[in-house]
């Protein structure tokens, strides 16, 4: 069951991915970004991660996805799509070597097994996982305390730098 | 068990003979979990849409009945059947599809909006325990709240394929809109699961001894309103303003795509209806009666009220919706997540016994709550109360709206 | 959780918060410049009550040691000194000047975490709060050039703020942990066989960590955005892009890549990549140099040689290498802050940053003049500066070592570099001034200038005082 749906739902997200990039029309482009999203969020569910599928699913497809859409409405000479132009024969040669360096990385790499590394939480399968994320991350002894902070931080920082460079100058 | 108590709880009770039976068949476990599946979805759709067809007849009647005239009364008795002769009559219609539009996108657009308003009900809890709901998933208000951000995506891709200005203008508003009230709107949720502690639809329900809009006031008022932005209903219906948009993202739709577009929007209606139930109201839980029947009551009083606004309230302006979002409502939720995070330490140190009712917090909160509210409305509008600061004119360029975008008239 | 030992930071952040509150209602913005640069006294006090400590917190996340602290210090007096010099030249705009101080200051707690955090996703979220915060302070002008630095800035940010991650994940997926210590353990198992090769995953994360340290640094090929943003970002950004944001990129890669990278097998490895790109990047930076008309342009290139004479100790892996990195820093922060400050308070006058501007600067105003060159002349490496001891310290470093092909490679940019700060300095004292009108200078530019340009004098005479500091700074790294 688990494997069929495993299939499934990677040939979607492959081949939806494959659309964004090949697509020239920008705002489809766009939506099958989103119908990405959701494939990776189903992905995650046939792995237990209900917490997490459900986070991609509001973070990305809702917030990231809006956004891009966004920013497609607000840009002009969008049916002229995504312009051909002279870099593109060495951004493919490029990036086909970055592709195949990656795939002999992974292929060529004794990879560590999650049975031989220390976990921070100790977790059984087939259970709700948000307590176990919850537990990870705000920990007193080994969770992410200091960089879930900073992360506030970040996020007050960057709301002040957008207010600054999208107000209008002149006085209030 | 008496037919009563069958009847109480008539959907768990339906959904479990159901298993039961299908269980004496030696089935696999998978193939069970499929046809349970199947009933739940078909007890869902029973539930749903006999109500949006009472929604639709309401809406008018109620509001014609505040509006002391008589509303639709030729079809049937009080003109029950309008809303089916009003279905004959928009499926009979022909399909319009604009020139240049995007034709694929524009069939898709309608069946989002339909499928992702019926896909919340798949958490909402009707009856006591697991199987009161279609799936009661562990992580239940945080699907309700990931599932509905999709609606902005339909609108989306209707306002955008139907290759029309009032259209993409309606989009664009939506977008903006919806996005702006997502934010108080779940940030006015971690209230609740806060004092419930758990995510689960089934839980939220179960602990509630007395209803939390009592405890919550202030979560519950941010999540109404936020909520009618996120339904675009009157009075923050700017998005498909009539007399400006000429109806918006669905200027372009007719007959079925109409009809789903709209049916979709009933659908989602009814689902926030079901939602406030079941997060500020207590879900189906009441005395005497049978569970069912204090669902949908507590349903139809919330549709009510927002009836009552529609035909109370004048729309408001664009920049004032975006304001009221940002500065209004979302400083609130966030003063209520502080206070509710204070008040649930305090309850587990000092206060183990006061599960079933705890008086202090509910007199501190509604005080709370409604001091807050007036202060808050005195700053918002000595601020401006969501005026959009339009910048100084700058020398050589026109005036008037988007002058900042034209080129300086030398 | 030891709250003290985070003190300086949560001081700094209070401070950005309270000048964000106070912009509401005070109509004097000066005031804001004061409490910023009067609130830094805080952190930097408890930084230096600090001193000595060695411990971690946060379940190993924060790390205080030395060597954080000496980079607290050095970027907090960083911070200080660019809002000092700030002062005038903050009247440019309209409005948000108290954004404009809260953003620096948030971005300086930014790098000062990215200087103390002993895991990646700390490091990670720290250097996109630095990063972040310097993307709206590079575009604050919204002229077109500024606007065009902030988005190139932004997107090639973005970018190698992708390949970083990339790499940590690979790093994270072959160790299976991201807290530096448990990293090291685990790396010194997979490279049993002496070989980084052993683990192409390994190595393929340390070399995407490389480009993603690297975009910090400003070293080539990561280059491509310093001319662009150092000449459209308001002048005292680029200064704290060009020394502070440096200074801690610098900061993260001794940390990540002594601790978790740092046994023998594979140090000799990555610090043949550092030495390569440094002798790529100093050349680079320095023979573009000397076909730039813009000052700010001039001394982004002039950044991007530096960044590769400091990869010259990275690639010495040794005490004397290390500290020598750090001394470097502290003196090339005095010399290019001293310049920059000249730079501005001559611009506020002038509104030019052009090099033929410069002419004949040296009657218009003989104190600042005499500063920028004094400070540029120090960049070149003559004594009696500190730009001289800070050079000595590291080539020595690289030819015991054995590296002597690095130090030759490195003196013989030294001497293409004079030419062109040789060139401004020409301008400055030979040239017909354009006009005669002084350029006037404010009390807060005095005092800014005099610190760095008396620092530079000190440290170039007296190297020891920093020097030591820097000893027992690196005592941290095996």
């Not at chain 2, 007849?57 to 002769?85: D, K, S, T, V, Y």
């Not at chain 2, 689960?200 to 202030?218: A, K, R, T």
């Not at chain 3, 200080?80 to 309209?94: C, G, P, T, W």
């Not at chain 3, 530019?445 to 760095?452: G, K």
């Amino acid at each position: 069951m688990t494997e069929l749906a495993f299939w499934v739902i990677a040939i979607v997200l492959v081949s939806s991915a494959l659309a964004v990039v090949l697509l020239r029309n920008v705002f489809r482009a766009a939506l099958l970004l989103i119908v990405c999203f959701f494939g990776v969020a189903a992905l995650y569910i046939t792995l237990n991660a209900d917490f997490l599928a459900a986070a991609q699913v509001l973070i990305y497809a809702g917030a990231i996805g809006i956004l891009l859409l966004f920013a497609i409405m607000l840009t002009r000479d969008l049916h002229s799509g995504n312009p051909f132009h002279r870099l593109h024969l060495p951004a493919l040669v490029l990036s086909l070597l970055l592709l195949a360096t990656i795939i002999g990385v992974v292929i060529g790499t004794d990879w560590t097994t999650i049975s031989e590394v220390p976990q921070v939480v100790e977790m059984p399968l087939d259970e709700p996982t948000t307590s176990y994320i919850a537990i990870a991350l705000f920990d007193q002894d080994n969770g992410f305390v200091l960089p879930f902070e900073i992360a506030s931080v970040l996020l007050l920082a960057a709301l002040i730098g957008a207010v600054v460079l999208v107000r209008r100058e002149g006085k209030d | 068990m008496s037919v009563w108590e069958y009847i109480v709880d008539l959907f768990v009770n339906v959904r479990t003979d159901w298993i039961e039976w299908l269980q004496g068949f030696n089935l696999a476990s998978s193939l069970i979990i499929l046809l349970d599946s199947l009933i739940g979805i078909i007890l869902m759709l029973i539930f749903v849409f006999p109500i949006v067809i009472i929604f639709i007849w309401l809406e008018r009647r109620f509001i014609a009945w505040m509006q002391l005239r008589p509303g639709p009364n030729r079809c049937g008795p009080f003109g029950l059947l309008q809303p089916i002769a009003d279905a004959i009559k928009t499926l009979i219609k022909e399909l319009i599809m604009p020139a240049k539009g995007d034709k694929l996108v524009h069939w898709l657009a309608p069946v989002v909006l339909f499928f992702s308003g019926l896909m919340l009900f798949a958490v909402i809890p009707i009856g006591k325990g697991h199987l009161g709901a279609l799936a009661d998933l562990n992580i239940g208000i945080l699907y309700i709240v990931a599932i509905g951000s999709l609606s902005v995506t339909a609108i989306f891709m209707a306002g955008w394929s139907s290759n029309n200005k009032y259209a993409l203008l309606g989009a664009m508003r939506a977008v903006a809109q919806l996005v702006s009230y997502e934010v108080p709107m779940v940030l006015s949720i971690v209230g609740v699961v806060l004092i419930v502690g758990s995510l689960q639809m089934s839980e939220i329900v179960g602990q509630q001894s007395y209803p939390f809009i009592l405890v919550q006031p202030l979560g519950c008022f941010i999540y109404f309103i936020g909520a009618m932005a996120e339904l675009n209903r009157s009075p923050m219906d700017q998005i498909e303003a009539e007399s400006e948009l000429t109806t918006g993202y669905f200027t372009e739709y007719s007959g079925m795509k109409f009809a789903t577009f709209f049916l979709g929007e009933y659908i989602s209606t009814l689902a926030i209806a079901t939602i406030v139930t079941t997060l500020f109201l207590g879900g189906w839980k009441g005395p005497f009666l049978p569970v069912w029947f204090w669902f949908v009551f507590k349903v139809f009083a919330v549709f009510l009220v927002i009836l009552w606004m529609r035909a109370t309230l004048i729309r408001v302006r664009i920049d004032q919706i975006m304001a009221f979002s940002w500065k209004f409502l979302l400083p609130m939720a966030l003063i209520n997540i502080f206070i509710t995070a204070a008040e649930v330490l305090i309850w587990d140190k000092w206060m183990s016994g006061w599960e079933s009712f705890p008086w202090p917090f509910i007199f501190v909160n509604w005080a709370i709550a409604v001091v807050l509210i007036l202060l808050w409305s005195k700053i918002f509008f000595k601020l401006g109360g969501g005026r959009v600061e339009v910048g100084e004119v700058r020398p050589g360029y026109s005036q008037g709206y988007g002058a900042d975008l034209q080129a300086p008239v030398s | 959780m030891n709250f003290w030992l985070l003190s300086p930071e949560l001081s700094l952040c209070g401070i950005a918060l309270a000048v964000v509150l106070l912009d509401l209602v005070i109509e004097q913005k000066k005031v804001l410049a004061v409490i910023s640069v009067f609130g830094l006294i805080i952190p930097i006090a408890f930084t230096i009550a600090l001193w000595g400590e060695q411990q971690a917190s946060f379940s190993g996340m924060l790390v205080v040691d030395n060597f954080s602290l000496f980079f607290k210090f050095l970027i907090l007096g960083i911070s200080a000194l660019v809002i000092i010099s700030s002062v005038d030249y903050v009247k440019k705009f309209a409005r948000f000047q108290g954004e404009y101080y809260a953003l620096i200051l948030f971005s300086t707690g930014g790098l000062m975490l990215m200087c103390s955090t002993g895991e990646l996703i700390s490091i990670y979220i720290a250097l996109e709060l630095a990063s972040i915060s310097l993307y709206a302070l590079v575009s604050f002008l919204k002229d077109p050039k500024s606007s065009e630095a902030g988005l190139k800035y932004m997107i090639l940010g973005a970018i190698s703020s992708a390949v970083l991650l990339l790499g940590m994940a690979f790093v994270f997926g072959i160790t299976g942990s991201t807290h530096l210590d448990q990293i090291a353990d685990k790396v010194s198992t997979l490279v049993s066989g002496g070989q980084l090769w052993d683990s192409p995953a390994l190595l393929f994360g340390i070399v995407l960590m490389v480009a993603g340290f690297g975009f910090k640094i400003a070293s080539v090929p990561f280059q491509m955005w310093v001319p662009d943003v150092y000449e459209g970002a308001p002048t005292p950004i680029t200064a704290f892009l060009s020394v502070a944001s440096k200074a801690a990129g610098f900061a993260v890669i001794l940390r990540v890549f002594y601790t978790a990278f740092g046994i023998e097998a594979i140090s000799a490895d990555w610090g043949m990549i550092f030495a390569v790109l440094g002798a790529i990047s100093m050349t680079l930076g320095n023979v573009v140099a000397i076909a730039q008309t813009n000052i700010k342009r001039m001394l982004g290139y002039s950044s991007i040689a530096h960044a590769g004479y400091i990869m010259v100790g990275l690639a010495a892996i040794s005490t004397l290498g290390k500290s020598g990195v750090l001394f470097f820093l502290a003196g090339y922060a005095l010399a290019n802050l001293g310049a920059f400050i000249a730079i501005i308070a001559i611009s506020n006058k002038t509104g030019s940053d052009e090099i033929s501007d410069y002419s004949g600067m040296s009657r218009r105003s003989p104190v600042i003049s005499f500063i920028l060159a004094f400070c540029l002349i120090s960049l070149i490496g003559i004594p009696p500066t500190v730009g001289f001891m800070a050079k000595f310290y590291i080539f020595n470093a690289a030819i015991q070592q054995d590296l002597l092909w690095l130090v030759i490679i490195a003196v013989l940019n030294s001497t293409i570099s004079a030419y062109y700060y040789l060139r401004v300095v020409k301008v400055i004292y030979i040239g017909e001034p354009l006009s005669d009108e002084p350029i006037p200078s404010s009390i807060p530019m005095r005092v800014s200038l005099a610190i760095t340009s008396i620092g530079v004098l000190v440290l170039g005479i007296y190297p020891w005082i920093v020097l030591r500091l820097a000893e027992t700074a690196v005592v941290t790294f095996p």
